[in-house]
């Protein structure tokens, strides 16, 4: 089975203004979906992002570091999950139900298997 990588994107906008108790609400939301894709057998893994960042360029043979990733861009990657499926249609039908999808996006890759590499 291929492993995917589901990166949450958003703003941050949609969740601005909950209540704790509703921040908690969301919260167990995205606690149920996980739950739901470990029993099945195909969370590998998954974990929300700190706030900020940083970014490590090499320009002309030389490191630069700068806080972000963000300077340019509203949009922040909050989170991530790394699960098993057979296809992108798989993940759609599993994503269909997504507590994300009220705040933002979700940006789904398949990982390609470097094991039988050399």
Do not use: C
Not at 11 to 17: D, F, L, M, P, R
């Amino acid at each position: 089975m291929a492993k995917f990588l589901i990166l949450a994107r958003g703003t941050g906008e949609a969740y601005k203004n909950l209540s704790p108790q509703e921040m908690q609400q969301v919260i167990q939301k995205y606690m149920a979906w996980s739950e739901e894709m470990r029993t099945s057998g195909r969370l590998l893994h998954g974990e929300k992002l700190r706030d900020g960042g940083r970014v490590v360029r090499g320009v002309n043979g030389k490191v630069t570091v700068t806080d972000g990733p963000f300077a340019e861009s509203k949009e922040i990657l909050g989170g991530f999950w790394m699960v098993e499926a057979a296809s992108y249609e798989q993940i759609q039908r599993d994503l269909a139900n997504h507590p994300h999808l009220r705040a933002g996006s979700l940006e789904v890759r398949e990982i390609e298997d470097m094991s039988k590499r050399g």
